[in-house]
């Protein structure tokens, strides 16, 4: 049968894939509609299958609130080249997934991708589909959701990091150092919220690394371990949030920052995602 360039249009439009493709679908499938979405999210199976061991290096992040602030969503999208994260509809579709985790209220990546996509796809099922479309490996490299009295989101241009920051005061001079915390969150990469945050193995860690350090420069062993715990707190102070130099006045931390701006506030979680 003659295939339209309206009908070619129409599934274009429906499921993102190329003129061609689409052509080819609705001629195997005999102009049937639906036949021909499920032989394309069929090709989207086998091309996922072909490329299931290549790395996803690239990709977007995208972070937002919702709910009036008092909810925080962060997503990211991996895929395999930075040709196809660049592309405007790539953004689109990692856009639609947020808007999707904002309205069905999930908490994981797992609850995510089991969620309707658009009423007959699941939201793993459309990522597969879009596989067969783009030609790449795509997969939900990291999901986290906050919940706070005010939470502030951060994209960095290019959307390779953004950064979610949950406070306890949800006025607008709180919400103004949140922003600016969070984009401290998006530049230092702390590790925790304060020492009490940091787990064990990475004390011993560095507890280890300050011990060999300090016998290579030549202090005697006895000394090595109270050498080994100044470098600790030393440590604690550049690698977690709350103990950081604030970025925009080094001579407070970003705890002080914060008390100062309002009596009170401070950061109750915070998450950062960054694809490179």
Not at 28 to 42: M, Q, S, V
Request: hydrophobic share 40%; charged share 30%; net charge negative.
């Amino acid at each position: 049968m003659s295939i339209t360039a309206t009908q070619v249009n129409d599934l274009r439009k429906k499921t993102g894939a190329g003129m061609m493709d689409c052509k080819v679908a609705l001629t195997e499938a005999n102009g049937d509609f639906e036949n021909a979405i499920d032989i394309l999210r069929k090709k989207g199976q086998k091309v996922a299958a072909k490329r299931g061991d290549n790395e996803t290096k690239e990709g977007l992040v995208i972070a937002r609130t919702i709910d009036g602030d008092k909810r925080g969503i962060i997503l990211s999208l991996a895929c395999e080249t930075d040709f196809v994260a660049k592309n405007e509809s790539y953004y689109q579709f990692v856009d639609s997934l947020v808007d999707i985790a904002a309205k069905s209220n999930v908490k994981t990546a797992e609850e995510l991708q089991s969620t309707s996509y658009d009423g007959k796809l699941s939201v793993a099922e459309k990522i597969t589909e879009q596989i067969g479309v783009i030609g790449e490996k795509l997969e939900i490299a990291s999901f986290a959701v906050i919940d706070a009295e005010a939470v502030v989101a951060y994209n960095h241009p290019g959307n390779q990091i953004a950064s979610l920051v949950g406070l306890t005061k949800s006025s607008d001079k709180a919400k103004d150092a949140g922003k600016q915390v969070a984009m401290q969150v998006a530049a230092m990469s702390p590790i925790a919220l304060d020492k009490n945050g940091v787990d064990q193995n990475t004390i011993n860690r560095e507890i280890e690394i300050g011990k060999e350090l300090a016998i290579q420069e030549g202090k005697p062993a006895d000394m090595a371990e109270k050498i080994a715990l100044g470098r600790l707190n030393k440590f604690f102070k550049e690698s977690t949030l709350l103990s950081q130099e604030f970025i925009k006045d080094n001579k407070k931390s970003v705890e002080q920052f914060l008390k100062e701006t309002e009596d009170g506030l401070t950061v109750k979680d915070f998450k950062r995602v960054a694809l490179k």
